[in-house]
T-cell receptor
């Protein structure tokens, strides 16, 4: 069973460009989470999605950031008009169920390192 | 917002010795999971161990065990017989709170293994 897949692993964008980060959850997992890790920091929650639904986006910046998890295909985290402060590692995690409905843990992908020049 | 505090930015231990990494958290929930993740230089986040808050017994996974003190909101990680491959950043994580499914992480402890 393949783990959580993320691509690209490294992404370089110039200021003002768009960044698209993709995440394929583990097989059988329909719950996806995105986190951001700044240098020397822990991970910060951004958004939680199920297929075709955004459940919790309380950690998403109000502008330029969006996320989706379509019925078919990977989850996408999209950052428009990137700025230097967006440079970070972006991690995706998946789980087979919601918290409170049984054994719960989040499995992480290898992350995408975004560098904005 | 819930917070997780890891008060040790860096810890060093001799190979084969035992080390304990501390973590305190803040939650108003009664039923939740707590996690320790390891992040080696590859930056992959690897689940080390988890604890269900309603279980009295401390979780154990081979050389890794926790000391979970629910009343004190303390969740420390003990690594026995430390190995060179244990060198990594270790992050403690708890629920965001308010019934949310997302996790909140501490700032991490950098564990150094001295050969």
């Amino acid at each position: 069973n393949a783990g959580v897949m993320q691509n690209p692993r490294h992404l370089v964008r110039r200021r003002g460009q768009e960044a698209r980060l993709r995440c394929s959850p583990m097989k059988g997992h329909s719950h996806v989470y995105w986190y951001r890790q700044l240098p020397e920091e822990g991970l910060k929650f951004m958004v939680y999605l199920q297929k075709e639904n955004i459940i919790d986006e309380s950690g998403m910046p109000k502008e330029r950031f969006s996320a989706e998890f379509p019925k078919e295909g990977p989850s996408i985290l999209r950052i428009q008009q990137v700025v230097r402060g967006d440079s970070a590692a972006y991690f995706c995690a998946s789980s087979p169920r919601r918290r409170g409905t049984g054994d719960y843990e989040q499995y992480f992908g290898p992350g995408t390192r975004l560098t904005v020049t | 917002a819930q917070t997780v505090t890891q008060s040790q930015p860096e810890m060093s231990v001799q190979e084969a010795e035992t080390v304990t990494l501390s973590c305190t958290y803040d939650t108003s929930e009664s039923d939740y999971y707590l996690f320790w993740y390891k992040q080696p230089p590859s930056r992959q986040m690897i689940l080390v161990i988890r604890q269900e808050a309603y279980k009295q017994q401390n979780a154990t996974e081979n050389r890794f065990s926790v000391n979970f003190q629910k009343a004190a909101k303390s969740f420390s990680l003990k690594i026995s017989d430390s190995q060179l491959g244990d060198a990594a950043m270790y992050f403690c994580a708890s629920p965001l709170g308010g019934g949310a499914d997302g996790l909140t992480f501490g700032k991490g402890t950098h564990l150094i293994i001295q050969p």
